[in-house]
């Protein structure tokens, strides 16, 4: 067990210290955010159609967008493994005494890492731009959390795909292929409700809704409800994707 | 006695069709220089996953140190260090962190990483860029990098798949330079599969041939060279017609294997030509053929590489060159 944390961290180590080399990728990734929230959502919230509970509508989709984006850096993860495997790194991780596992698990988690970062960059903007959040640090650091754990899940998604997908080129369309339908069929946007009955049964099993409703409780509406419930599905979501993906993982390497 | 790696029947059959290794045996003594030559696609990778306990073998035993590599996979991990032929490093950080976080997934204390890290940079020669991004460093800084990264644990065992593919001939005399130290510094015993015959031949203690999946030979590389046999003397001639019946008298006698004669050359293959020289002679001045030059070619790891492999790894032009000297020879 303490060998397993200790691989992790150091997966999320190699993480950070890619990040603090060369961090273009964040400010990159960072621009269609942006635009949603400061563009998209000001311009929407003049049609007034769409019930949010009271909270202005750029408030409203601000952790929707946060979560699409954290999910995209995600997803995008498994494109570094398909690159991992098609040089010798993967090889080399599974000649080492780490289980195939613990290098799994720490490989997605690490993608949180990247994720957190991205939050940092589009809180301050939406900030700028007039977005409420609850000022309460505790909350916020909870939600920071569920962003981490839930970018963990997504990532094994695309490390799973990856599995799948042996090539780069082919990786690149999967991954919009992905983000898109769990970001149009989650409540990111919109309530769940207003949409027609099959996609709101498949909403149900997004775990995009899960996290968004979180953190939307979280950091901007307050409504706590149903977070254990979030919760739960979160870890359901992670437990079944780990394992999945360690699985498909070690296809890779073969 | 206990062999480093110890082999037996060992197959590897993919997707129940492609059969990878067809029976493979093999014994290497510990502290050894091992070179696995064989055409591409004979098994050689597939050989060195299965013993880095990558891959599970169909059939057959295979042990790494007295361990067997289906039941005690992560102890052999521990103890074998392992260069794969595809860059293995991470381009976007420095050499240094690399290494580190290396040193952290092999449980190196945190108090002695440090050292273990800048003295295995030191050994390879590449301690001064160990602050530059790996996407700055050359090919061969990148294998020595890949070979210190290696060095951390100190391994048993070290396996490397083509190690100097595609690297100049200087860069990979240099890399050669620092296996070889880094063998003799930890004793280790060192496993390779190249299709560089000279490094074969320069670097190791024993080679074998793998061909379609199964051993074909093994031996040091003189022994190998040796079994191939016949050194062959080629003597320019000053007549373009070698008769029939001068080519049945230089057979005859008991030192000459075979002799052929092509326009103004006749090529005489022979076991042990100081032996056989002065005798041939005789029968080319009885006869009065003049020579006007003598040159020998002994067998060549090439050689031996087309006796056991039946294709050959070199370029197509020098290819075509030894096989018409063999062609004739055989004829």
Known sequence: MIDFMRNMLAMIDLELRRLRHDRTELYTRAVQPVLWIAIYGPIMSGVKAIPTGGIPYTDYITPGVLIQSTTFVSIFFGLIMVWERESGILKKLFVTPASPYSIVIGRSMSSGVRAIFQVLIIVPVALLIGVRFIPNTAYFMFALLIIFFSSGGFASISILVASLMKTRERFMGIGQAITFPLFFASNALYPVKMMPPILQYFALFNPMSYVVDAVRGLIVSGDLTNLSIDILAIAVFDAIMFVSASIGFKRIIE | MEFAIDVRDLT?????????????NLKIESGRIFALLGPNGAGKTTLIRILTTQIQPTSGEAHVSGLDVVKDGVEIRKLIGYIPQEMSVWTDISGYENLLIYAKIYGIASQERGKIINDALKDMGIIEFKDNLVKTYSGGMIRRLEIACAMLIKPQILFLDEPTIGLDPSVRKAV??????????????????????????????????????????????????????????????EVNEISEDFLEKVRKLNVVNEAVADDFEVDISVEDYEEALPQVLEVFRIEHVSVKKVSLTKPSLDDVFVKYAGTRLESTERIREVRQVRDRIRR
């Open chain 2, 12 to 24: 590897k059959v993919f997707e129940g069709k492609t059969r990878a290794l067809d029976g493979v």
């Open chain 2, 176 to 237: 050669w330079e620092k296996l070889v130290s880094f063998k003799r510094e930890y004793g280790s015993t060192v496993f390779f599969n190249t299709h560089y015959m000279d490094e074969a031949d320069l670097y190791s203690d024993e080679i074998a041939i793998i061909n379609r999946g199964k051993i074909v030979t093994m031996g040091t590389a003189e022994e190998l060279k040796h079994h191939v046999g016949g050194e062959v003397i080629r003597f320019t001639v």
